[in-house]
């Protein structure tokens, strides 16, 4: 995960204290009712694909741009599920950064199915990628954020 010249910046002046910061994730789920979870190298909890929003970037691209660059495929964004914030999106960084993120949940398409992500991706940040039910989902080791996600969809 590399973090931008932005952040950097906004971290020589604020150092470790808490950022809220937008950032976007991509819901796919396949014909079957899976939804795809990655795990990223820096934190191994299975979660979506998603990352922050860049200064002058329209979330919708955001979301785009990430799915680009962590499996390796384009995507057709097919509207926003939710937006979600609050204590299952905090987070301190081993480094002691902290963050709070508010994230606009975009349902997208997939242009092809990811086989490979360690072979695809461009970025190098996830090393593994799975389809699982929600009832599979629950038994898994992920972020709390996961589950509110799957709700809303379920909700819908």
């Not at 950032?23 to 795990?39: H, I, K, M, P």
């Not at 979600?84 to 963050?99: C, H, I, K, M, R």
Request: glycine content about 10%; some cysteine; proline content about 4%.
């Amino acid at each position: 995960m590399t973090v931008s010249p932005y952040i950097l910046a906004l971290r020589e002046k604020i150092g470790h204290d808490v950022l809220l910061l937008p950032s976007v994730t991509a819901v796919v789920v396949d014909g079957e009712g899976r939804f795809l979870l990655s795990r990223a190298f820096a934190d191994a909890q299975w979660s979506l694909v998603g990352g922050g929003v860049e200064i002058g970037e329209d979330p919708a691209e955001a979301v785009v741009r990430e799915v680009s660059e962590e499996l390796g495929v384009g995507c057709t964004v097919l509207g926003v599920l939710g937006v979600f914030g609050g204590s299952t999106l905090e987070v301190t960084y081993p480094n002691g950064d902290q963050v709070a993120y508010v994230a606009t949940a975009f349902l997208v398409e997939l242009e092809r199915q990811v086989v490979d992500v360690a072979a695809e991706a461009t970025d190098g940040e996830l090393f593994a990628v799975g389809w699982f039910t929600p009832r599979e989902i629950e038994t898994l080791d992920r972020k709390p954020y996961v589950d509110r996600v799957v709700a809303a969809y379920a909700a819908r």
